[in-house]
């Protein structure tokens, strides 16, 4: 392999990516044992190759674009927008969330792509206006880029996916350099959004599931039947977990969503707190990776989209990690890099082969560093 091609490629973000995924390809399949149905991790390993394939042909080209043409970001930013809204009249129903387009036995599902594209276009938008951030107008006037797609997402109805581009939208404007009373007045604003949300737009399943989480014992074999067993799962792992044959949660199907929304705690149970320190230590590795780039940044636009995409990865797995232990309500997120889906694992590698892209393009790192 060309020696110029292997410089280009930052290993310390691509190796701890592919190691949760193959954590999360090893979970699926403990969790296949139980239906005798080894389809989905079939899948997942196609998925993941797609996206360490993605990851390293966007090396070959010249993503500078995506600081200095205004126009075509914009384009990338309303083509998002068009499938969000395409999914109310050709989206498929799924667990009472119209989020996916069907093709044939495949789906795709338009948000963790429109997440990335959220991100460039706060990434270009701020990068152009950083003397400027003193003027709140301005600060607000980004929120409408990030309320779009947040608002079409959360009549999907999913209320975990709107709430990450929420926070995608925060952490770029927490990095670029906002004021702190701005943002009490954000946190107020949202406040009011949350309190009108419950009286006039949540679903009523979605009320019920912050209510069990308040209350698990007010719905043990309905809403709260999802946390209690994930709980049990993560405590059955103790110290070095169960592995294949002793994973009775996630082998016997009582834990619920284990490839998906509760693949950490089927983790848990099979690897015990042993495999969990593995764990954490690649996710905390890529996540300072990433800050360090942001950091280490010589413009603007790279410093902000690397903040974005930290804080996505960071927000996502925080409200998926806390809603296996039980202090977050279910919402319905998925874990980044691990959890089965197609969609989701190719648009975090498309976000970290952009990532790697744009900041081998200003040579951020010198070879000694690499």
């Known amino acids: 392999m060309n020696e110029n091609f292997l410089k280009k490629i930052d290993w310390y973000l691509i190796i701890p990516a592919a190691f949760l995924s193959a954590i999360g390809i090893f979970s699926i399949y403990v969790s296949s044992i139980y239906l005798s149905d080894f389809t989905d991790f079939k899948e997942q390993i196609i998925f993941f190759l797609i996206g360490i394939a993605l990851f390293f042909i966007l090396i070959f080209f010249n993503l500078s674009f995506l600081k200095t043409n205004s126009h075509l970001v914009f384009s990338l930013y309303l083509i998002s927008i068009l499938l969000l809204s395409g999914l109310y009249i050709f989206g ?11 093709f044939g036995t495949w789906s795709f599902d338009p948000v963790p792509f429109s997440a990335i594209i959220l991100i460039i276009v706060l990434a270009k938008y701020f990068s152009t206006r950083h003397e400027k951030l003193r ?19 959360f009549f999907q109805p999913d209320l975990g996916s709107s709430l990450t581009l929420v926070f995608v939208w925060l952490g770029v404007i927490i990095a670029s350099g906002v004021r702190i ?10 406040l009011l959004i949350f309190v009108s949300g419950w009286a006039f737009w949540m679903k009523d399943y979605q009320k019920q599931r912050i209510i069990s989480f308040v209350n698990p014992q007010i719905d043990k074999q309905g809403f709260s039947w999802n946390i209690n067993q994930s709980k049990i799962a993560i405590g059955n792992g103790g110290l070095f977990g169960k592995w294949l044959k002793g994973a009775s949660q996630t082998r016997f199907g009582f834990l619920p969503e284990s490839k998906t929304d509760f693949i950490f705690s089927s983790i848990a149970e099979e690897t015990g707190f042993l ?49 296996c232990l039980g202090v977050f309500p279910v919402v319905g997120i998925p874990l980044p890099f691990v959890s089965y889906g197609g969609s989701q694992l190719l648009a975090f590698y498309f976000g970290l082969g952009i990532l790697n892209n744009i900041s081998r393009l200003d040579k951020i790192f010198k070879k000694d560093n690499i």
Do not use: C, D
């Open 181 to 190: 009373r701005h943002l009490i007045i954000i946190f107020l604003v949202f």
């Open 135 to 153: 003027n709140f107008q301005l600060v607000l006037f980004s929120g409408l880029y990030a309320l779009i797609p947040t608002i079409l997402v």
């Open 92 to 102: 498929e129903r799924i667990r009472h969330v119209k989020g996916w387009y069907k």
């Open 275 to 323: 495999g969990l320190s593995f764990f954490f230590s690649a996710f905390l590795f890529l996540l300072l990776r990433i800050i360090k780039i942001a950091f280490l940044a010589k413009n603007n636009f790279i410093k902000l989209f690397s903040m974005g995409f930290a804080f996505l990865i960071l927000s996502q797995s925080f409200i998926n990690i806390a809603m």
